[in-house]
């Protein structure tokens, strides 16, 4: 039996903001209440926790952990390190492997892979069609029953409307969300950056916002016209956010999520061709990072997910075009996202929800917060820990982020799976795995 002590205590399913002290028995949440409740003598281990924080772990929805097939830009070991050390304690696998994740079997291979090293847990999400190849639609109820928790063809759309229609229908059967990147690539043809005089002046490709808007509000229709729940990945424009707003006020099953780094960052990053700014879909401009803001604040956006895209190096030093899109996240997402608490833009109750129960829900996860009888992943965090995103830190194989080298306030001190710290102080406490497996 475990006591936390002392600390600021936030679960948006519970309705608890404040001091309070968390008893953790067998891997559950024993019970939560006021300080100086519980009889220390009846406990194995006494966590005094005064001047932090305590919420529920994390939950990231779209992570990139590139096994099997491209172990040189990360593994599921080195990810679910990053995720821990970031404060998620689980994390949604996309399936842009090699081979995809289109098959009960790759599926299977990344539970059992990831339950092996012993740290976050890993639900797999299954492609739509075969190869990611947008043609056939991949067996859902095979990787639904190997513990697939979703489907997506990650990075592509669904092009086909009858495609897309089908697999609604049989995705809303089995009780599954569709996971959707949405661009038209007939309109985005292949740019490197958010159409507008910037790219214009730098001589890049431009991918316009339309290219994204279309392709959500044609699948808010036929998640109207089917009853199937779609959720739009990464989202990035200001009509994108009312189109979904919209959607939502007719009732339609749809969600939404966005990155921290397309809250925080414009297409002015991209400044002299920098590739670490380079990401799909691309950075947009202010107006659009206030409205995700707004939308995030009001419900409208239901999840921060990080897109972690680790990419090793030669593919990201080529020239701007050329570059792979991507950047790391899992380690820098919650900070970002308490900037915006500091800024009076987010509340706290707000941030841990997007952040982790509201995920959780989105995708049929166990997200009961800290109430009792809830599995104990738990969060430890120092909200006034300043710390660098550098090598000392990264636990990932790749190191693009435009956020490399940057000063952050407040870090993860401790992290809870099932009861069992796994990360206590920068040092990890449970794991069955070298960080460069």
Not at 171 to 182: I, K, Q, V
Not at 248 to 275: F, M, Q, W
Not at 351 to 358: E, G, P, R
Request: aromatic share 6%; charged share 25%; net charge negative.
């Amino acid at each position: 039996m475990i006591l936390i002590r002392g600390a600021f205590l936030i679960d948006p399913v519970g309705g608890y903001e404040g001091e309070y002290d968390l008893l953790i028995d067998r891997g559950v949440v024993e019970d939560v209440d006021s300080p100086g409740s519980f009889d220390s003598a009846s406990v194995e281990r006494i966590v005094e926790a005064q001047g932090k924080w305590i919420f529920p772990g994390l939950v990231d929805v779209h992570v990139h952990l590139r096994e099997p097939g491209q172990e040189w830009k990360e593994t599921i070991a080195s990810g679910v390190r990053a995720a821990i050390r970031g404060g998620y304690t689980s994390v949604c696998a996309m399936p842009n492997t090699s081979p995809a994740m289109d098959n009960a079997e790759v599926v299977d291979f990344v539970v059992r892979k990831s339950k092996n090293i012993g740290l976050a847990r890993v639900y797999p999400i299954g492609a739509i069609t075969a190869g990611r190849a947008g043609k056939l639609m991949a067996p859902f109820r095979e990787m639904k029953d190997a513990g697939a928790v979703a489907f997506s063809d990650d990075g592509d759309p669904v092009f086909d409307s009858g495609i897309m229609r089908r697999a609604l229908q049989y995705a809303r059967d089995l009780g599954t969300p569709l996971s959707c990147h949405e661009e038209d690539k007939c309109l985005s043809c292949s740019g490197a950056m958010n159409e507008s005089e910037l790219s214009f002046q730098l001589g890049l490709p431009g991918w316009p916002k339309i290219a994204e808007e279309v392709m959500i509000a044609r699948d808010i229709e036929l998640a109207r016209d089917t009853g199937g729940k779609v959720h739009f990945c990464h989202v990035t424009t200001a009509r994108g956010v009312e189109l979904i707003r919209r959607a939502k006020e007719d009732g339609i099953l749809v969600s939404a999520e966005v990155t921290p780094h397309h809250l925080l960052l414009t297409e002015e990053c991209v400044g002299r061709y920098d590739t670490s700014a380079k990401m799909s879909p691309p950075l947009r401009h202010s107006e659009d990072v206030a409205a995700l803001r707004k939308g995030l604040e009001d419900g409208t956006i239901d999840a921060v997910a990080s897109d972690h895209a680790p990419h090793e190096a030669d593919s990201k030093d080529k020239e701007f075009s050329e570059a792979s899109m991507g950047i790391l996240g899992l380690q820098t997402s919650l900070p970002i996202v308490m900037d915006l608490v500091r800024a009076g833009e987010l509340s706290r109750v707000r941030a841990i929800q997007v952040l982790s129960t509201q995920p959780a829900s989105l995708f049929g996860l166990e997200a009961c917060g800290l109430r009792k009888g809830a599995q104990a992943d738990v969060v430890l965090y120092d909200p006034a820990a300043s710390w660098k995103f550098d090598e000392t830190v990264n636990e990932s194989l790749s190191r693009n982020s435009p956020f490399w080298g940057r000063e952050f306030t407040g870090a993860v001190s401790s992290v809870f799976v099932a009861g069992q710290e796994v990360f206590h102080e920068g040092v990890f406490t449970h794991d069955r795995t070298a960080k460069a497996a």
